[in-house]
């Protein structure tokens, strides 16, 4: 078993910056890959970004390069969404997921285990 618990998100002005925090806990989650997903309404949800405890970032949405950057501190078994220059089309709600196989992240899409969401809101 792996528990998300994802905090940070808030309103902001285009332009401005959040930074999401996803803490995960249980015994083997060092094994996990961990990404973050938006959900807008009306559109699919999509990988956001993701990262392995003991690798390099992996992935980075086209709609987010050079704006969000995804990282981890593997002492506190947290990862991080440093989100910059953000825009009205990046509200949403933001969920940390995990995958055991990268794959089923990365390329599927899917996870094993959920946060609970926060949401961002960014007005024009």
């Known amino acids: 078993q792996v528990q998300l618990a994802e905090s940070g998100g808030g309103s902001v002005q285009a332009g401005g910056s959040l930074r999401l925090s996803c803490a995960a806990s249980g015994r083997t989650v060092s094994r996990y890959t961990l990404g973050w997903f938006r959900q807008t309404p009306g559109k699919e949800r999509e990988l956001i970004a993701a990262?392995?405890?003991?690798?390099?970032?992996?992935h980075h949405a086209d709609s987010v390069k050079g704006r969000f950057t995804v990282s981890r501190d593997n002492a506190k078994s947290t990862i991080y969404l440093q989100m910059n220059s953000l825009r009205p089309e990046d509200t949403g709600d933001y969920y940390c997921?995990?995958?055991?196989?990268?794959?089923?992240?990365?390329?599927?899409?899917?996870?094993?285990?959920w946060g609970q969401g926060t949401q961002v809101t960014v007005s024009s």
């Open positions: 990262i392995r405890w003991t690798g390099d970032s992996m």
């Open positions: 997921a995990a995958a055991l196989a990268a794959h089923t992240l990365v390329t599927l899409r899917r996870a094993d285990y």
